[in-house]
Nanobody
Framework: QAQLVESGGGLVQPGGSLRLSCAAS????????MGWYRQAPGKQRELVAS???????NYADSVKGRFTISRGNAKNTVYLQMSSLEPVDTAVYYC?????????WGQGTQVTVSS
């Protein structure tokens, strides 16, 4: 099964920025729309941003204007640039295909927004 490897999380103060990376297989990356999901403690996993193979992006209302998803085609990598972070953005962030995850979830990367 294809592997997904997320990285880039950490502890950041409110208002700060982070850039997450997700390395995917070349096949998955070229065929499927990719998305960033997050799961906060005690809550269901939610999709926050997605990008099609052609570059069309969509965002959840809660992150619109603050997060930017992009594709690094040469590296089969999906990025999530997060700015103006808020404590409510604290969660484990995962990537997978969109609209349905077709492969096992990776380990995710923890993002903690706190002063």
């Amino acid at each position: 099964q294809a592997q997904l490897v997320e990285s880039g999380g950490g502890l950041v103060q409110p208002g700060g920025s982070l850039r997450l990376s997700c390395a995917a297989s070349a096949t998955m990356f070229s065929i499927y729309a990719m998305g960033w999901y997050r799961q906060a403690p005690g809550k269901q996993r939610e999709l926050v941003a997605s990008i099609s193979p052609g570059g069309t992006t969509n965002y959840a209302d809660s992150v619109k204007g603050r997060f930017t998803i992009s594709r690094g085609n040469a590296k089969n990598t999906v990025y999530l640039q997060m700015s103006s972070l808020e404590p409510v953005d604290t969660a484990v962030y995962y990537c997978n295909t969109v609209p349905l995850p077709i492969t096992s979830w990776g380990q995710g990367t923890q993002v903690t927004v706190s002063s």
